[in-house]
């Protein structure tokens, strides 16, 4: 069995690895802490199980789930993120992302979830799929931001939390000309203009906390 650890905090990868370690013994690692990386390890080698943070240094953890399903539909993707689980989880399995967690899951958790994707199935904890339940069956119209693609939403996230243009363009390995046409997108599509406008509408539909 092939595992793919990709997330930008190395003491992050090493706990997973420790753990997924115990449990499959026989799995051969491998890690990315950056876009760019896990690129290239799918490039090279067929993985079996793949846990992949979506905010990544390089690029979007969500973008890069759609190669990984164009490019190898046989990996089963556990997504981690840090964020409110309801408003991007729809966004990773519309995505293809075979379960989801937060990194504050507990070991246990994650041991179950890794064998019921490897199995094929799916996986959500009992705590987000009722509040799944809850936004899929709403009849309520979508909310704005639900019309942003998966970067631009990483970006609005990251003004909303102080972060200037330049900050955000370094963490992306991408210009500031290009951040600030993500953020003048952001503006167009939500009708809001100021870095507090926006700051307001990020904590009010719990896109950060």
Partial sequence: MRILLVDDHEIVRRGLKQLLAEAYPQAVFGEAHRVPEARALLARKKWDLMLLDINLPGGSGLDLLTEVRARQPQAAVLMLS??????????????????????????????????????????????????????????????????????????????????????????FSLSDKTIATYRARISEKLGLSTNVELARYALQHRLVE
Avoid at 115 to 139: I, Q, W
Avoid at 146 to 161: F, I, K, M
């Fill in 82 to 171: 840090s964020y409110p689980e309801e408003e991007f989880a729809v966004r990773a399995f519309r995505l293809g992302a075979a379960g989801y967690l937060t990194k504050a899951s507990l070991a246990d958790e994650m041991l179950v979830a890794a064998g019921k994707v490897l199995a094929g199935g799916k996986y959500v904890s009992a705590a987000l799929a009722e509040r799944l339940a809850t936004v899929l069956g709403s009849p309520a119209p979508s909310a704005p931001h639900e019309t942003l693609s998966p970067r631009e939403l990483e970006v609005l996230r990251l003004v909303a939390l102080g972060k200037t243009i330049k900050e955000i363009a370094a963490g």
